[in-house]
């Protein structure tokens, strides 16, 4: 893990995970199967990211693992560890339920919350997966109120659950309760993507074919449009869809019906990997290449923009 000035280049600071934590490293290559997948969450304070295991100890004991580690911004020096569960693929994201500020990480059988001051545990719910198999790589999504969605691929599919937050009378049990809202083996099977949430309606490729769904009720809006095990993006009204074959579509957001407005190759063989959009220059790549492309981008609304690519 590495600090690194924007401008100079320098490495600021760095930490070799595994050795920080004192993981065991071919154990954990065997238990992880595919690498380290998850981006770095970056607080004003801090930056959180899944640690692992098992830890290096005595054969006689059962394996440890820590699930989230979180080092000062500024020093890269630990903070703080969270949860005993090996990780995933997934990235951890900062959320805010009853108030409170937490770290939102999907591990490798359940998702979990961790206090962002000192990484205590507030609630878990089971997530089936198994890191050497059928992994978890989407992320958790907050939606308004106490709720979060969460999809994966492998058969289970998509989920909506609502965070009941501890009463304000400390004489009561200070428990957070998590109960699903709806749960569908049939919807948004996301493999390696995330998905987009606007207006009500998540969007993804649910084992390759896009999807809209409403998530108050887990009701399919609409399914069409094979692209592969790709990445989606939001842009203003459009969703950009980098698709598994390297080519790049452009997507109306709408629950009303899948239109694609645009599309054009982008680079050449199997893209697995998420696209980045920064001002008129959009990065892609993949195992093979990268390209970086000049488009057009203004502030209109949406309407024209869907008018103007047609």
Partial sequence: LHAIDGVSGKVLWRKNIVDDLGIDQKQHAICVAWGRAGSPLVTD???????GGPLRKPTTEEPEYVSVVAYERDTGKQ???????????ATPILASFGGLEQVVSVNESHVAAYDLDDGAQLWEVEWPGHSNSDASC???????????????GYGVGAAVFRIQVPPSDPSLP?????????QAATLLKTKFTNVVVHEGYAYGLSDGILECVNVSDGTRAWKRGRYGQGQVLRVGALLLVQAESGEVCLVRISPEAHREVA????IMGQTWNNPCLSGNRLLVRNAEEAACYEVPVRRV???EVVEEKR
């Fill in 45 to 51: 304070e801090l930056v959180i990211v899944p640690a």
């Fill in 174 to 182: 200070q428990t957070w309760d998590v109960e699903p809202v709806w």
């Fill in 263 to 266: 599309r054009f190759d982008a």
């Fill in 138 to 152: 989407s992320q958790a999504v907050p939606l308004n109120g106490q709720k979060f969605f969460i999809s994966k």
């Fill in 301 to 303: 609304p949406s309407e």
């Fill in 79 to 89: 903070r703080w560890i969270a949860g005993d569960e090996q990780i995933s693929f």
